[in-house]
Every structure is written in C-alpha cells, then in structure tokens.
Nanobody, 126 residues
C-alpha cells in the first residue's frame, strides 16, 4: 500500500485544517493512523481508524474532542479534521497503514505500522 498525505499549512490558534491521506494498493485491507513529530520531539500517535470506517477509532488524549479521523473507502482517502488548533499541535503529520484481517483492529504505536507516507507540515501560530 502507498500513502500520500496533504493538507498541511499555516493556521492561527483556534483555527481548523483538514488533512488527507490518499491511499493506493490494497487499501481495503489496512487500518490507517496519523502520527505527528514536532521539532526536537519523538513521533507520537494522534489517531487511527479501522479497516471498516464504522467500526473503531482511537485518539490520543490531547486531541480528543478536537480532531476527527474518518475514511472514505470509495475514494481511498483517510481524513483528519483538526479543529480548535493550538500551537502545541505544530508538527509534521504523517499517515501510516498496517495490514490486518480484523475489521476493527486499531494499533497505536509507530512500530506496528509498516507503511508510511511523506509528512505534511502543520504550523499553528499564537
């Protein structure tokens, strides 16, 4: 599976952005996650969604209630809607995928994802 992230940019605090992750290949067989890496920090998990878009989603605590992950399997795209952004959300955001036989499995660590897209930079100004 191949992934390509897009949608990053510069936004003021309190604003919104929607990231997209276009997938190709065996996309119906993968769960997809979003990770981010801020300057000088390790890559961290943000959100993930199961193969079946209606089955399972998971968020890190710091984005719960502000970010929403979704997927449109007909368009082979996974989205990350980010609302009420703050400067701590500034990072390079990556989408990643792992194959799974389960329609609802969601993994939360970077090491469990075998396929990665290039990052897209999100900058939130105060």
């Amino acid at each position: 599976v191949q992934l390509q992230a897009s949608g990053g940019g510069l936004v003021q605090a309190g604003g919104s952005l929607r990231l997209s992750c276009a997938t190709s290949g065996r996309t119906l067989s993968v769960a997809v996650g979003w990770f981010r890496q801020a300057p000088g920090k390790e890559r961290e998990f943000v959100a993930a969604i199961s193969r079946d878009p209606g089955k399972k989603t998971y968020y890190t605590d710091s984005v719960k209630g502000r970010f929403t992950i979704s997927r449109d399997n007909a368009k082979n795209t996974v989205y990350l809607q980010m609302n009420n952004l703050n400067p701590e959300d500034t990072a390079v955001y990556y989408c990643a995928a792992h194959y799974t036989f389960s329609t609802q499995q969601v993994k939360k660590t970077a090491a469990e994802y075998g396929y990665w897209g290039q990052g897209t930079l999100v900058t939130v100004s105060s």
